[in-house]
């Protein structure tokens, strides 16, 4: 995970130090240009006795080597120099400007871009930079050093600390059983399968739980679900296909209420293709059900396009927090470093593999880690 982008800010923050090894040997050789003696220099007094035709010759002679020198030093100053090379030597003499702030983040936006980092994330990525380099004195030595706490920093604001899910549910079940919570997610992303990672998670931390078969609408989704509950060893409730998933979910919470059990899973359609008629269905489900909590499942590896529709779902219906499914083939980790941001909700699980345990808590320095160490 983040393999790609994490590569990425290395080049970028370790590029300057042979751009600046590359800039220290083009700077001898322009001093060699600059301190070589003109031939007039080396020449000797002519004497008196020379002739007209001797001395024209030297001058041209002369008049040919400047202009050589002259040409050797413009292709010396015109040759380009390396972004952290230009950024390094301005700020040996004086604090990082806005205008040049802007040339440094101008590449490490195209990184960003490549990535599936969303762009309102880049924004804010770069604003919480500029308030920890701009007016800063940096030496030299600690340029490299400086460039990447700063982005570390920026990239942890962003994220939003996860609450603990078990902790909560076995505080609120004190007052009120069953806790309810939904589960938002297009076709295709995962959700299922998350929903019964979760349902395992739950059991093996002693919290007995029903899922309730609310996608009605996906063939064989029913069907899916079951396998999980059977393999899991959890009860289920469903009725027939197109049937109304608000009142498989109540059916369900009717059924754990009576049966004492904490829990209730509601699995729902995401068939984003008809968008209004679903997030109707959304919204009936929530007015039906109220649910303790509004989960959003979304894929790691489909970047802005998850964050998109965590973003549309949360203006829809309000989720709460946020499971970002095979996170462990995710190379780019765009939609992980976006989505909290773009919606102000924690992530709280990152979806490892294939097996119910592979449901891994959200770990904000463990993210950090994994893109800068």
Same mark, same amino acid.
């Given at each position: 995970?983040?393999?790609?982008?994490?590569?990425?800010?290395?080049?970028?923050?370790?590029?300057?130090?042979?751009?600046?090894?590359?800039?220290?040997?083009?700077?001898?050789?322009?001093?060699?240009?600059?301190?070589?003696?003109?031939?007039?220099?080396?020449?000797?007094?002519?004497?008196?006795?020379?002739?007209?035709?001797?001395?024209?010759?030297?001058?041209?002679?002369?008049?040919?080597?400047?202009?050589?020198?002259?040409?050797?030093?413009?292709?010396?100053?015109?040759?380009?120099?390396?972004?952290?090379?230009?950024?390094?030597?301005?700020?040996?003499?004086?604090?990082?400007?806005?205008?040049?702030?802007?040339?440094?983040?101008?590449?490490?936006?195209?990184?960003?871009?490549?990535?599936?980092?969303?762009?309102?994330?880049?924004?804010?990525?770069?604003?919480?930079?500029?308030?920890?380099?701009?007016?800063?004195?940096?030496?030299?030595?600690?340029?490299?050093?400086?460039?990447?706490?700063?982005?570390?920093?920026?990239? %942890? &604001? +962003?994220?939003? $600390?996860?609450?603990? =899910? @078990?902790?909560?549910? /076995?505080? !609120?079940? *004190?007052?009120?059983?069953?806790?309810?919570?939904?589960?938002?997610?297009?076709?295709?992303?995962?959700?299922?399968?998350?929903?019964?990672?979760?349902?395992?998670?739950?059991?093996?931390?002693?919290?007995?739980?029903?899922?309730?078969?609310?996608?009605?609408?996906?063939?064989?989704?029913?069907?899916?679900?079951?396998?999980?509950?059977?393999?899991?060893?959890?009860?289920?409730?469903?009725?027939?296909?197109?049937?109304?998933?608000?009142?498989?979910?109540?059916?369900?919470?009717?059924?754990?209420?009576?049966?004492?059990?904490?829990?209730?899973?509601?699995?729902?359609?995401?068939?984003?293709?008809?968008? %209004? &008629? +679903?997030?109707? $269905?959304?919204?009936? =489900? @929530?007015?039906?059900? /109220?649910? !303790?909590? *509004?989960?959003?499942?979304?894929?790691?590896?489909?970047?802005?396009?998850?964050?998109?529709?965590?973003?549309?779902?949360?203006?829809?219906?309000?989720?709460?927090?946020?499971?970002?499914?095979?996170?462990?083939?995710?190379?780019?980790?765009?939609?992980?470093?976006?989505?909290?941001?773009?919606?102000?909700?924690?992530?709280?699980?990152?979806?490892?593999?294939?097996?119910?345990?592979?449901?891994?808590?959200?770990?904000?320095?463990?993210?950090?880690?994994?893109?800068?160490?």
């Amino acid at each position: 995970m983040f393999n790609f982008l994490k590569d990425k800010i290395k080049k970028f923050i370790s590029g300057a130090k042979d751009e600046i090894e590359g800039k220290e040997k083009k700077e001898e050789k322009k001093e060699e240009v600059e301190e070589k003696p003109s031939l007039a220099e080396q020449e000797p007094q002519q004497e008196e006795e020379k002739t007209r035709e001797e001395t024209e010759a030297i001058e041209k002679g002369e008049e040919a080597e400047i202009e050589e020198t002259k040409e050797e030093k413009v292709e010396v100053e015109e040759t380009k120099e390396g972004l952290f090379t230009k950024l390094k030597k301005l700020i040996t003499t004086t604090k990082l400007e806005d205008n040049d702030f802007d040339k440094f983040f101008s590449q490490l936006e195209i990184i960003l871009i490549e990535n599936n980092v969303a762009m309102e994330a880049i924004d804010a990525l770069k604003e919480n930079m500029k308030k920890e380099l701009l007016g800063k004195d940096i030496k030299k030595s600690e340029f490299e050093k400086k460039i990447q706490e700063a982005l570390k920093n920026a990239i %942890a &604001d +962003l994220l939003i $600390e996860p609450f603990d =899910i @078990i902790e909560k549910i /076995k505080h !609120d079940i *004190k007052e009120k059983k069953p806790y309810v919570i939904v589960f938002f997610g297009i076709n295709g992303s995962g959700k299922t399968t998350t929903i019964a990672k979760l349902a395992y998670m739950l059991k093996k931390n002693n919290l007995s739980c029903v899922l309730a078969a609310s996608d009605t609408f996906r063939a064989a989704s029913i069907e899916q679900l079951q396998i999980h509950a059977d393999k899991i060893g959890i009860e289920m409730i469903k009725q027939k296909y197109n049937a109304d998933p608000a009142a498989v979910a109540f059916d369900a919470i009717a059924y754990a209420k009576s049966h004492g059990s904490d829990v209730v899973l509601i699995d729902t359609a995401g068939r984003m293709q008809n968008k %209004a &008629d +679903l997030m109707r $269905e959304m919204e009936k =489900i @929530i007015r039906v059900t /109220k649910p !303790d909590l *509004k989960i959003f499942i979304g894929e790691a590896i489909t970047g802005n396009d998850a964050v998109e529709q965590a973003r549309a779902f949360n203006d829809s219906v309000g989720i709460d927090a946020i499971i970002l499914s095979k996170a462990d083939v995710d190379e780019k980790g765009g939609a992980t470093i976006s989505v909290s941001y773009i919606t102000k909700k924690p992530i709280l699980f990152l979806g490892m593999g294939q097996e119910y345990d592979d449901l891994k808590p959200f770990d904000k320095s463990e993210i950090l880690k994994k893109i800068f160490d």
